[in-house]
């Protein structure tokens, strides 16, 4: 199941690694949030330093439920994973 092996793929993901490593892991991205563009369906908090960009997966059967970001830095590393669920 989708949701599994973000889950999994998340948990393997490591402050510093770089995006080429994110994407192979978790595969492409269903939405890229710049900083001061705010992609707000999961959070009100936009993308702001040290994040430059966020990179989302949503749960494809449902968007808008749950979701995984990554935010990059910079210097195109992660800064911070989160995995979002709608109460």
């Known amino acids: 199941m989708q949701v599994h092996?973000?889950?999994?793929?998340?948990?393997?993901?490591?402050?510093?690694?770089t995006e080429a490593v994110v994407?192979?892991?978790l595969g492409s991205p269903s939405f890229r949030?710049?900083?001061?563009?705010?992609?707000?369906?999961?959070?009100?908090t936009p993308c702001a330093a040290p994040c430059a960009?966020?990179?989302?997966?949503?749960w494809p059967i449902l968007p808008g439920i749950e979701a995984w970001s990554v935010e990059l830095g910079q210097n195109n590393t992660?800064?911070?994973?989160y995995h979002w669920v709608s109460p």
Do not use: F, H, M
């Open 5 to 17: 092996r973000y889950n999994a793929a998340l948990d393997q993901v490591a402050v510093g690694d």
């Open 23 to 25: 994407i192979s892991r």
């Open 33 to 44: 949030e710049l900083a001061g563009a705010p992609y707000l369906r999961y959070t009100g």
């Open 53 to 58: 960009v966020r990179l989302w997966w949503e």
């Open 78 to 81: 992660v800064v911070k994973t």
